[in-house]
């Protein structure tokens, strides 16, 4: 077997969001880039359907290390309710609306008008569960509601992580780095509002995980000028996790090994990981980079 190599990912963004159990009301955020969301990346960026097999892209050892950790940033969301302009699909899709929207229910000084002006109280603000109606076979809404919907959401604001991929199979490694800066999909981490900045692919290095991090200096929080590099940092001493390919003592379970990802979400598997405080060697090599 060829000796390990590693691709670096660069994720930092003013948010990133990165959920385990999180549902509709409550999504929650991980401390730290899970696997799957990290390889869900990387397959967007491939332009891989949500489908398709992962084949090796899965099999590769995940690794991160936290540069800065970032601050858990709560919002309070809420979606739907109050008013809102009624438009044609509205009418179409929910018979519903349709009856509330006739010229008795809609004031006189709202008359006559086109699809956008009239407005309906309390309504939430797109049809939900659109079925075709088995009595008539109009398309209707199985479920309309009528409320607010309160959520929370959590995030991580300000983080910088250094994400490391393993794999024997360099050409591949090298294939997602491109990919990563030439993606095909648009890209974010873990949640659509949170678009990455800066590079992300830092280039295949040869080693396994452990030692790629003992020898790459921290993430810079601030830009070079006139061709500079960002000096190395000595001594620095951040947590990084590093998956097992086997159960170790020491080793702890997670629950983000993407299987198959889908539009129901997708099926996960467990993986193991073990935890190391990472101690920067004093001829780490500093960054060169986009922030």
């Given at each position: 077997?060829?000796?390990?190599?590693?691709?670096?990912?660069?994720?930092?963004?003013?948010?990133?969001?990165?959920?385990?159990?999180g549902?509709?009301?409550?999504?929650?955020?991980?401390?730290?880039?899970?696997?799957?969301?990290?390889?869900?990346?990387?397959?967007?960026?491939?332009?891989?359907?949500?489908?398709?097999?992962?084949?090796?892209?899965a099999?590769?050892?995940?690794?991160?290390?936290?540069?800065?950790?970032?601050?858990?940033?709560?919002?309070?969301?809420?979606v739907?309710?109050g008013?809102?302009?009624?438009?044609?699909?509205?009418?179409?899709?929910?018979?519903?609306?349709?009856?509330?929207?006739t010229?008795?229910?809609?004031?006189?000084?709202?008359?006559p008008?086109?699809?956008?002006?009239?407005?309906l109280?309390?309504?939430?603000?797109?049809?939900?569960?659109?079925?075709?109606?088995?009595?008539?076979?109009?398309?209707?809404?199985?479920?309309?509601?009528?409320?607010?919907?309160?959520?929370?959401?959590?995030?991580?604001?300000?983080?910088?992580?250094?994400?490391?991929?393993?794999?024997?199979?360099?050409?591949l490694?090298?294939?997602?780095a491109?990919?990563?800066?030439?993606?095909?999909?648009?890209?974010?981490l873990?949640?659509?509002?949170?678009?990455?900045?800066g590079?992300?692919a830092?280039?295949?290095?040869?080693?396994?995980?452990?030692?790629?991090?003992?020898?790459?200096?921290?993430?810079?929080?601030?830009?070079?000028?006139?061709?500079e590099?960002?000096?190395?940092?000595?001594?620095?001493?951040?947590?990084?996790?590093?998956?097992?390919?086997?159960?170790?003592?020491?080793?702890?379970?997670?629950?983000?090994?993407?299987?198959?990802?889908?539009?129901?979400?997708?099926i996960?598997?467990?993986?193991?990981?073990?935890?190391?405080?990472?101690?920067?060697?004093?001829?780490?090599?500093?960054?060169?980079?986009?922030?």
């Open positions: 077997m060829s000796d390990p190599h590693v691709l670096l990912v660069r994720l930092a963004s003013p948010l990133q969001s990165w959920g385990l159990t549902r509709f009301t409550l999504r929650d955020t991980h401390s730290r880039p899970t696997k799957s969301g990290v390889i869900g990346l990387c397959a967007a960026a491939l332009g891989l359907d949500r489908e398709e097999p992962l084949g090796e892209l099999e590769v050892l995940f690794g991160v290390r936290a540069d800065r950790p970032g601050t858990p940033l709560r919002d309070y969301h809420t739907g309710g008013t809102y302009p009624l438009r044609p699909r509205d009418l179409l899709t929910d018979h519903q609306r349709a009856d509330k929207a010229p008795q229910s809609i004031p006189e000084e709202m008359q008008g086109p699809f956008g002006r009239s407005e109280a309390a309504w939430y603000g797109s049809p939900k569960y659109v079925a075709a109606d088995p009595a008539s076979g109009a398309l209707v809404s199985r479920e309309v509601r009528r409320h607010a919907l309160i959520t929370e959401r959590w995030y991580l604001a300000d983080a910088a992580f250094l994400v490391g991929l393993e794999h024997p199979d360099q050409a490694l090298e294939r997602i491109h990919a990563l800066e030439h993606p095909k999909r648009l890209l974010w873990g949640r659509k509002a949170c678009p990455p900045s590079d992300i830092l280039g295949v290095v040869p080693g396994p995980l452990k030692h790629a991090f003992e020898t790459h200096a921290l993430l810079p929080e601030t830009p070079s000028y006139e061709g590099s960002h000096a190395p940092t000595v001594g620095a001493r951040p947590w990084a996790w590093i998956e097992s390919p086997r159960p170790l003592p020491g080793t702890g379970p997670l629950s983000d090994q993407p299987v198959r990802f889908g539009a129901d979400g997708g996960h598997g467990l993986r193991w990981e073990t935890r190391h405080r990472i101690t920067i060697g004093p001829h780490a090599r500093g960054w060169d980079i986009i922030l």
